[in-house]
């Protein structure tokens, strides 16, 4: 029975003195930071095994993301938007190659697609590590019996605000991660391949060039020639990657006097060499877009949050919590206030404590005078 009462007593602790006070609250905020950061780091004793807290949720945060499935690269890449955007590219010049200008704009039009769901991903990740730490503080409260409840919620308060501290700072980081993605299209990236005929090389250019220019030479009226010569001159030219000559295509076609083409909100239309461009350009966009897109999902994204969020209030909270709970001043002195039920409890027990000491010594006395 002695026995029973005396851990009771350890369990429940002395009385605070107005002294002590700085000393228990430094000494609950390391256990709370001491248990927020083995959350962190799967480090923990006591490890959780009826759900998942702590750094495996924000692991499978990262894990899951899948804001950006949402978002098919091909959106706003018709048919009429592209090659309007060749065509406003090229300005009044014939065009030889697709614009590399285009390339640029048409994909930095899909990339801004994916900074409003990587900074509402940050938002994410905040809400995990507010329920880290009321986790942790429902952890704190069981383990000292409640036997500060005001310091508790203070303590759980004060580091729910340098959580929230750190969100605008990481949401403006991760903006700028993604705008650099937007700043520098790099067509050099390892994984991004150009599609392209295989150009002619120098010596065949120039020797076909030739073959052609002495045909015409020989010819007696060079500006009077028939349909079938000037096919044969033409098809001696090189012809620019991408696509066929525009000047081959139209010798094929029947010459026929029709109107000029214009493109207007209702009707749109593109010759094939257009559309083969259309496609082209299509294809690179989406292959560029996929490219930053899976850079900023799997490594981008989670390394930006990572630093600018999670590690940097695992680093700081200690330091951050001892300084925000010491300005508080005399507020100190109530926080460490015991609840009403613990002071009961430590007097019931040393009442009980006493008197079971009475009893072991009147016991002894009797003993004594028995023998």
């Known amino acids: 029975m002695t026995i029973q009462q005396r851990e009771i007593m350890a369990s429940i602790g002395e009385a605070p003195e107005e002294v002590t006070s700085k000393v228990t609250t430094n000494k609950v905020i390391r256990n709370f930071v001491e248990l927020f950061k ?16 702590g750094g495996a ?68 990740i905040k809400n ?46 991760v903006e700028k991660i993604v705008n650099m993605q937007l700043n520098y299209i790099n067509i050099r990236h390892p994984e991004f391949v150009l599609l392209q005929k295989p150009i002619p090389e120098v010596k ?20 009077k020639q028939s349909e079938s010569d000037i096919e044969e001159f033409l098809a001696h030219l090189p012809s620019p990657p991408f696509r066929e000559s525009s000047l081959t295509n139209y010798q094929k076609k029947e010459v026929i006097k029709e109107e000029p083409i214009y493109s207007t909100p209702n009707s749109f239309e593109a010759d094939e060499a257009e559309l083969e461009d ?51 001043g005399d507020v100190v002195k109530e926080l460490t206030k015991e609840s009403e039920a613990i002071t009961q409890k430590r007097e019931q027990t040393l009442t009980k404590l006493e008197e079971l000491e009475r009893a072991k010594t009147l016991l002894q006395t009797i003993s004594e005078v028995n023998m």
Do not use: W
């Open 128 to 173: 995990i590590l507010l329920e880290i730490v009321d986790y942790c503080t429902s952890k704190i409260v069981e383990q000292e019996k409640n036997r500060f409840p005001r310091l508790y919620k203070r303590i759980n308060k004060v580091a729910c605000d340098i959580v929230n501290e750190r969100l605008q700072p990481t949401k403006e980081f």
């Open 278 to 328: 259309c496609k082209t350009l299509q294809k690179l966009v989406i292959q560029y877009y996929e490219i930053v897109c899976n850079s900023l999902q799997y490594s981008m994204l989670p390394k930006a949050i990572m630093m600018e969020l999670v590690n940097h209030v695992k680093n700081n909270i200690h330091e951050e919590l001892e300084e925000k709970i010491a300005s508080l």
């Open 38 to 53: 083995n959350l962190l780091n799967g480090t923990q004793e006591d490890i959780e095994v009826t759900r998942m807290v």
């Open 57 to 124: 949720s924000i692991n499978n945060a990262f894990r899951n993301f899948s804001s950006f499935k949402a978002i098919k690269p091909e959106d706003g890449l018709t048919d009429e938007v592209v090659i309007n955007a060749l065509r406003n590219s090229h300005g009044t010049r014939v065009p030889m190659f697709i614009s590399e200008h285009c390339f640029i704009q048409l994909s930095i039009r899909q990339i801004k697609r994916l900074k409003e769901p990587s900074v509402a991903f940050v938002d994410t």
């Open 204 to 223: 065949e250019m120039r020797s076909d060039t030739v073959e052609s220019q002495n045909t015409i030479a020989k010819r007696n009226s060079p500006f």
